[in-house]
């Protein structure tokens, strides 16, 4: 593996990127690449592989996708025939969110030319995504479970594709997608430029790297541990329900307009928009429960400033790039403290100010003591005096039992979210169906439900 350093930051018109390309990054208003772009684009242009390690928010998805644009330039064409457009360039995220987002920055660049791109992931109606690719399109970006979907169907032929994008490399293998990525990439063919991303390169990352690249350049940008110097930190001690009163307090009292607070749990991430929504703030929460259109919903209102307050979980937040995000606010601190730096660095983006606060009970103490030692810096807990009519009343329902220990930390690992971390599984609909057929026939009155049916066959 060959590693590769610049001497000096150019700009974006000294690559010589089509001209097509460098009109729309002019557009919006960039004119020098971030560290990742600089490293990344002449590679990638030259046809090398990749294995990169660069955070959320460096800017590396236009770091692999101005170059694939660029190098599919000469198979650009006005026909409207769909046999003109097959999938030359796929692109793989782990979570459906960070697919959308990765499918309107390819589409904003390539606006001024006749390249095709489709986005497809689980959640929703397959039938809109199956009419869109049977159009024909050159760039695909795609979760593997829903792609695994198409290929089945057989609503798309990956015959013609010639790059292969592996983004948050890491976030796939820990969500379990290793089987998937193995069954897509045997329909690629072996003739093909690959190009992995990552937040760093673990032992695992490169056992993947060495399996599905060619001698890839390695290029880093970001250790993992590294906080930018943008961004302010400060932590406060907060007991109980004071965590609410104190998120409530720092928003107003900061005027803020737009707001990230990360719980640990779905239910902690509701309870805390519920609260916040009550007491007259705009708020809403993402994560697992809620279907892809709300989460989806949700994330549009907060970039269009409709909320002040998104309240999310860490599997529910990956891959959300908002930019100008003035404050990260860490309700409950994350059980790994690499979490920790992953949350923080959604703001301070493109050299803007930002600032991070954590809210410290006394039972968390030990994960700060983790956070500190990870990043490299001490910071006392300071107290935060909130004003009487910010106080917190008891809810009428107080959490019982299990959700009570689940709430208030007791927790001896990182929560899992089943529905997110289930790899790829056959289509179980027809299977359901067959066997209730079978059963009727033979006159058997108890008929059980699949659960792959009651969960939606567990897809992405």
């Not at 479970?145 to 983004?167: A, P, W």
């Not at 910010?390 to 959490?399: F, H, I, M, T």
């Not at 179980?428 to 066959?457: D, H, I």
Request: charged residues 25%.
């Amino acid at each position: 593996m060959k590693d590769t350093t610049v001497d000096s930051v150019p700009s974006f018109s000294s690559f010589g990127l089509h001209p097509d390309l460098l009109s729309s990054i002019l557009a919006t208003g960039y004119t020098t690449p971030t560290p990742i772009q600089a490293k990344a684009l002449p590679v990638v242009m030259q046809g090398r592989d990749v294995m990169g390690a660069a955070q959320t928010g460096t800017g590396k998805t236009a770091a692999f996708s101005l170059p694939i644009l660029h190098r599919l330039m000469p198979f650009a064409t006005t026909s409207a025939s769909p046999a003109r457009h097959p999938v030359r360039a796929l692109i793989l995220t782990p979570t459906r969110e960070l697919a959308d987002q990765v499918g309107e920055s390819v589409k904003l660049y390539c606006k001024n030319t006749p390249l095709r791109s489709a986005i497809v992931f689980g959640g929703v109606d397959i039938r809109a995504q199956r009419d869109e690719l049977r159009r024909g399109c050159e760039i695909l970006i795609a979760t593997p479970g829903r792609l695994l979907d198409h290929i089945e169907q057989k609503n798309v032929s990956l015959s013609q594709v010639g790059i292969l994008v592996l983004d948050e490399a890491d976030r796939m293998l820990d969500m379990g997608f290793l089987p998937d990525l193995d069954r897509i990439v045997r329909q690629l063919p072996k003739q093909r430029q690959s190009l992995l991303f990552s937040a760093t390169f673990s032992p695992e990352i490169r056992k993947l790297g060495n399996a599905f690249l060619n001698d890839p350049v390695s290029i880093e940008v970001a250790a993992r541990n590294a906080t930018a110097d943008t961004v302010a930190q400060s932590a406060y001690a907060a007991e109980g329900d004071d965590k609410r009163a104190a998120v409530e307090h720092i928003v107003r009292s900061k005027k803020l307009s737009q707001v990230i607070v990360f719980t640990n749990t779905k239910v902690g991430a509701s309870r805390l928009a519920r609260h916040l929504e009550r007491n007259g703030l705009k708020a809403e929460s993402i994560h697992g429960d809620k279907s892809q259109i709300e989460r989806m919903k949700v994330l549009e209102a907060f970039k269009a400033d409709a909320l002040e307050v998104l309240v999310a979980t860490d599997v529910a937040a990956r891959g959300l790039d908002v930019a100008g995000v003035p404050c990260v606010i860490n309700y409950d601190l994350p059980f790994n403290a690499e979490d920790y730096v992953h949350r923080i660095g959604r703001t301070g983006r493109a050299g803007a100010k930002g600032e991070a606060i954590a809210l410290v009970s006394a039972e968390e103490s030990h994960l700060w003591d983790d956070i500190q030692k990870l990043i490299g810096s001490k910071m006392s807990l300071q107290k935060l005096d909130l004003p009487s009519t910010a106080q917190v009343q008891p809810s009428a329902r107080a959490p019982r039992g299990r959700e009570n220990h689940r709430e208030r930390g007791h927790r001896t690992h990182k929560p899992q979210d089943e529905i997110f971390y289930k790899p790829y599984q056959p289509n179980t609909v027809a299977v359901a169906a067959k066997n209730k057929t079978t059963a009727t026939q033979n006159g058997n009155g108890n008929k059980k439900r699949s659960v792959g049916v009651l969960l939606g066959g567990g897809r992405y």
